[in-house]
């Protein structure tokens, strides 16, 4: 499995949680590896585990960012990549513009071309918020 495969099983599962708040991402990851057979490695599970760990904080930084918009206004999946992106900006090694383009890509992906757009704008402020507060 590549890490592009496990980023997209980790968001699908992220997506599936902000439908399933009383769920607890270890009950949502083992009826979905069970159930529906959804493979995913270490990786993915990281990633999942990481970002369910830390709601609050990520939508923190998510919604300081969306600019004139409410998090209502926001699809469910652009908000899944960019709870997923917020969690690799913050506590992964991974380039900040690669964790940003993979989540552009998701929404691509899964949403539209004019979420992709908007949502990379909200990344890239959030990025700038992280190199600062990293700083």
């Keep these: 499995m590549t890490r592009r495969e496990a980023r997209e099983a980790a968001f699908c599962l992220v997506f599936e949680k902000s439908f399933k708040g009383d769920d607890s991402g270890e009950t949502l990851l083992a009826n979905a590896t069970e159930a529906r057979e959804l493979?995913?490695?270490?990786?993915?599970?990281g990633l999942f585990e990481?970002?369910?760990?830390?709601?609050?904080?990520?939508?923190?930084y998510i919604d300081e960012a969306l600019i004139s918009w409410k998090k209502d206004r926001v699809s469910r999946v652009a908000y899944a990549a960019m709870r997923l992106c917020t969690y690799e900006l913050l506590y992964s090694e991974?380039?900040?513009?690669?964790a940003i383009n993979?989540?552009?890509?998701?929404?691509?992906?899964?949403?539209?071309?004019?979420?992709?757009?908007?949502?990379?704008?909200?990344l890239a402020t959030v990025n700038k918020k992280i190199k600062t507060v990293k700083e």
């Design 39 to 45: 493979k995913i490695n270490e990786f993915g599970k």
């Design 94 to 98: 991974i380039d900040s513009e690669i």
């Design 102 to 122: 993979e989540a552009i890509e998701l929404i691509k992906k899964f949403d539209s071309p004019e979420a992709a757009s908007y949502a990379n704008g909200v």
């Design 50 to 60: 990481g970002t369910v760990e830390r709601f609050e904080e990520l939508d923190s």
